[in-house]
């Protein structure tokens, strides 16, 4: 594929860079313009793919399987690049003029013009792959200008080039591809984030390839750089081990530094990775709180610690409702024997959360009312237990039917020999839930 273009109707695809520009008659003024965007590397693989069948059906599993032959992912992953594809090249789903989709089948590449283009001296013994033929070879022959040619041709060459390139800036506005793509990136971030807020093996998985699509469209893309250093993270904290072994339990932070889950050759080296990227991440968005909270959580389970909690604070400080920063902030301390001083921030944590919960409902309702309970447990186990009891009312409050903030409460009320209290919210539970909290009425730290 090196150096090789594909011609699909007015486009001309670099298929080494992804480069796409209009195409005109002589590919050395076509190569004269500025690319009007880059394609990704997938969806410059699915063009290919597509082309080297004009007209024909590929189907979805082919795609599937030749474009991402190292990862396992849905049909979305399929659909957005072809959604991606489409809008580079102005084309449309519902009257489409290069790629058609048969529902529930594939897709297939209906442009008039599908040419492969190589310069003849870069062709070689390699060209007769037949994975990629050259359909057409073109070879640039050198401008000469005899002395006796007329004035009038040298300018009209001169003028039609130039109002080809004005037609090239009328016919694509660089400025709205851009404002496009931007769209693009920030709704796969969002559906990245949204399966690594899940904390499950397959979810996280699927997260890791959105990051690195959202990357692969815009390498200077802070936000796809810090959510592939978080999921790398939780890999190794949360999944050390093949996805074909059964799941180890899962654990905090420390409980993963305690089994030597961070200090294995594959851990560290994930984590390096993870680092680099959230030191990139600083570098292009030194501004967003995001990109300082992931650099921090690298340290952390670096073990890193004064490193980690500077970039945390530094998270706050660019964001003060940083509610995901603040918990970390306290798992640090607390590691590191600051325990009276690790619950403040759970507390501001939590005050962060009811504070945007409304903009971050799918983010904060997993963690609302655990987090309110595990405050509760920290002081039940400093022996605060009117603090705790607290909690754990506030937290049923809102989430009458949360096991472990009822298990506290239950503890709390036969510590203080209220055991009739704890019996009536135990009777409840049983009735409504099926769960008795009176049979492990022990808060877990």
Known sequence: MKDEKLQINQWLVELKTG???????????????DPIERLDPKGVHLLVLLAKHPGELVGKEQLLNRIWSDVVVTEDALTRCVSRLRKA?????????????????????????????????????ESQDTDLIAKEVITPEPTVVEKEQPAWQVWGVAIL?????????????????????????ALIISQADDYYTQMRRADNEMAIELYQQAIAMRPDSGQGQAGLANALVQQVLRWPNPASEPELLTTDLEGAIQSGRTATPEAEQKLNRALSLAQRAVRVSPNDARSHKALGFVYSAQQKFDLALASYHTAVEKEPDAWDAMINIGDVLEITGHDAEAIHYFEQAFAAMGRVYSSQT???????????????????SMGQIQDAEAWYRHVMSFAPFHEPAASGLVAVLMQQGDEQSAAVICE????????????????QD
Request: glycine share 4%; aromatic share 12%; charged share 25%.
């Open 161 to 185: 080039i130039f109002f080809a390139f004005v037609a090239g800036l009328y016919l694509v506005n660089p400025q709205e591809v851009d404002e496009v793509k931007d769209n693009e990136i």
């Open 362 to 380: 799918a983010r904060v309702r997993p963690w609302y009312a655990a987090l309110g309970a595990v405050i509760g447990d920290k002081y039940y």
């Open 428 to 443: 409840q539970f049983s009735q409504r839930v099926g769960i008795n909290p009176c049979n492990n009425p022990t808060p």
């Open 19 to 33: 480069d796409l520009r209009l195409f005109d008659t002589s590919s050395d003024i076509t190569m004269s313009f």
């Open 89 to 125: 090249l102005n084309d449309s789903a519902k009257a489409p003029r290069v790629i058609e989709t048969l529902p529930k089948r594939g897709y297939r590449l209906v442009a008039e013009t599908v040419k492969w283009h190589r310069i003849a001296s870069e062709v070689s013994a």
